[in-house]
């Protein structure tokens, strides 16, 4: 859509920072008001706005789509969404190993089993970790505890998370980042050892590598996103 403002401003708002274009509120596709919970994502969120051309393209502005998920769809029922995310313990990509060749499971050992560590350290958990795609059940235990930790994240973090955790395959990997103050490039390394492994392997492929860039720019944003989200100094 043609733009329709000249001015993006920050105002302090009932539970946190609103944004205003020529000192209109922005509000979510579902028409809340769109409030942040601190200054640091508020000033990311006007930055987007500051930033468009001649037209309003919602694409660019990743910072607000996930500021919108976390109103419109988070905050409307946080157990439900929490629950969708929690899921993915039960198939999480750190406990799916390859049975060969050896470098490949050397990788896997090196990178995936210090996460499941500090998972189990974190969060008193077990995991059940195999070879091959087969799946395994999991603890019963394991899974109601992990989802107790996602439920106690606020909207915005959780959204920031289902981003991490539907991109990676993994609950952990998410987690590291969130709650583990882990580096998010090297949770992304980690979550891509199966596909590097391929490319050294085979080649590069056009299009899987603009997809893999596409995919890290969406994991990088998310991991920033929650990083703003704990940066609550006025």
């Not at 601190?38 to 393209?57: I, K, M, S, Y």
């Not at 929690?86 to 990509?93: E, K």
């Not at 060749?101 to 195999?130: G, H, I, K, M, S």
Request: glycine share 6%.
């Amino acid at each position: 859509m043609k733009r329709f403002y000249k001015e993006v401003a920050l105002t302090k708002a009932e539970g946190g920072w609103s944004i205003a274009l020529d000192a209109r509120p922005v509000r979510t596709p579902a028409r809340a008001l769109l409030v942040l919970p601190t200054p640091a994502l508020a000033e990311a969120v006007a930055d987007e706005w500051r930033g468009q051309g001649d037209t309003v393209d919602p694409a660019s502005m990743a910072m607000t789509g996930l500021a919108n998920a976390a109103i419109d769809h988070v905050a409307t029922d946080p157990a439900a969404f929490a629950a969708t995310i929690a899921r993915y313990a039960q198939s999480d990509l750190l406990c799916y190993r390859a049975d060969g060749p050896d470098a490949l499971v050397a990788r896997q050992e090196a990178a995936w089993n210090p996460l499941l560590e500090w998972a189990r350290a974190r969060y008193d958990v077990a995991f059940a970790v195999t070879q091959g795609i087969i799946p395994v059940p999991q603890p019963e235990e394991t899974l109601s505890r992990l989802a107790a930790a996602v439920l106690t994240l606020d909207p915005f973090t959780m959204a920031g998370l289902s981003t991490l955790v539907t991109i990676s395959g993994s609950l952990v990997c998410g987690l590291a980042i969130v709650e583990g103050g882990h580096n998010p490039e090297s949770i992304w390394r980690a979550a891509e050892i199966d596909e590097a492994w391929q490319v050294e392997q085979w080649g590069e492929d056009a299009e899987a590598t603009a997809r893999s860039a596409r995919r890290y720019a969406d994991f990088a944003t998310a991991a920033a996103f929650c990083a703003l989200c704990r940066n609550r100094n006025d």
